[in-house]
């Protein structure tokens, strides 16, 4: 398979603190990597890093074997990496429709935009029922909903997702964790799933990276590390 | 009754307009344009210079406004909101930064056009008259009606196209409009660009009908800042609420207090106060619609 993302020995800091001191990982064509870890330990500076809207202080940041540290944010999506950010962040006074148009920014074919958006509604018809309804008003699973589904309109190589779960009742969770693993097998996306909720994380993911203060502690098959007792006690103790 | 509603519909238009630009800007990069007014009177005095001066249709002469306070828009934003906005953390530099081409602009407008009040000729003779309940020369309709159409151009500019929606994207939420590919530096110059000519359309309207001078600058941007103030700062709706409101209170003042002397600013600006300190947020106040 070919190599998709590489992260190699970032470092990043906020004014005088750190938030990376070296990581490095990487993603595959067609993988879903995990990256799990306690409040703070980084992981949306990873993602915040490779989408450019945190500027990194040292190593590489490599996509499709391009250097794309030190790009701005529009160069990179425009490449093909697309992110739910942390806190979804809806545009609060545009419709459901606006939204997920906004999604598509960087594309300028309209019938192809126009099958995405198709899908996109196939794939979260809740969606097509709030069509026109302004995006700060759905609940917090829609709004999670609408925000996957606007990362899609921009028909993404690589899909980052920060916290997907996060404030979202449990049945909801395992629709969002199944359109996950739907989107990564039929759309061709690979997919860098941040979360806290770690059994989810690491039971739709292939490989894992376990973050602690910056740094990575641990990495492997999603699968093995399940089993792992480091894991358990630190993740996997609280039970969903 | 009608007169006045009339009368305060036409300036309401105008005024409308004037606010849309100022808070656009706002609504993009957080800047309060002080030189809004200044850009207004540009705008008149190059319809002037192409319509009386060249004597070139009048149409030749909004759209040399627009273009050229457009341009200035543009300059404006990359050379100096640009790098201040980059190394300042602070708001007051702009502000600072706005004051200062507030000032510049004045000092140009005097140096190239002088300080005379400048007239065009009339772009239409004649007056309605209707049974005198009504009266009103055919070009100020003709101006209002200009004005009218450009603010639903320019809302229907922002809710269907691309590039509005970018824009309306960028003020709602700044990182989640790049994480849509939405080049802030781009569509900053944009919206500047686009506020100025707002700016200098209307001051391509109105010199047709109050003429121009260079007086006019300060006393516009304060009556900008105060419809954006009645409507909230930042929202398409209420700044043309708010243009509208200052404009039918100034056709009410006008002609119902004008027998107590030149009183109407006066109240409204303490009715302004009353007001804020009961809802400072503005009729509309929410970031942005
Ligand atoms: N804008 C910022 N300014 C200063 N420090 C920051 C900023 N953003 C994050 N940090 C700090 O950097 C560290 C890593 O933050 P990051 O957001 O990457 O963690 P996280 O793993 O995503 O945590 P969480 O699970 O709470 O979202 C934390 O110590 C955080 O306080
Ligand atoms: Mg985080």
Sequence with gaps: MNEMLKFDNVELYYDHVYALKGVSIDLREGETVALIGANGAGKSSILRAITGLSKTRSGEVRYLGKRIDGLNPAEIVKMGIAMVPEGRRVFPHMSVKDNLL???????????????LEMVLGRFPRLKERYSQMGGTLSGGEQQMMVIGRALMAKPKLLLLDEPSLGIAPKLVQDIARSIVAINRDENVSVLLVEQNSRMALSISNRAYALSTGSIVLSGNSKELMQDDRIKAAYLGGDL | ?????ANGLYLGAQYALIALG????FALMNVL?????????L????????????????????FASAVTLAIIGALIEYFLFRPVIRRSSREESTMLLAAGIAFFLDAVILLVFGEKQRGVPKIINGVLNWDFRLIMPYDRILIGFLAILSIVSFILFMQYSKTGRAMRALAQDRVA?????????????????????????????????TGV???????????AFMMVMIGGAGVISGAIAGGFILGMLESIGLSVLSQYG?????????????????????LMGKPWG
């Design chain 2, 43 to 62: 705008g008149g005095f190059v319809t002037y210079t192409v319509y009386a001066q060249l004597g070139l249709p009048f149409v030749a002469g909004l």
């Design chain 2, 177 to 209: 409009a790049q994480l849509q590919g939405v080049n802030v530096d781009r569509y900053s110059m944009i919206g500047f660009a686009l506020g100025a000519m707002l700016a200098g359309l209307v001051g391509g309207l109105l010199v047709t009908i």
């Design chain 2, 262 to 282: 030149d009183i109407t600013y006066l109240l409204i600006f303490a009715s302004l106060m009353v007001f804020l300190s009961i809802r400072p947020q503005g």
């Design chain 2, 22 to 25: 100022l808070t656009l800007i």
């Design chain 2, 1 to 5: 009754m009608e007169q006045i509603l």
């Design chain 2, 33 to 41: 344009n002080f030189a809004h007014g200044q850009m207004y009177v």
């Design chain 1, 102 to 116: 906004m999604g598509a920014f960087t594309r300028s074919d309209k019938a192809d935009i126009a099958r995405t």
């Design chain 2, 213 to 223: 001078n260079l007086g006019m600058g300060g006393p516009t941007s304060i009556k």
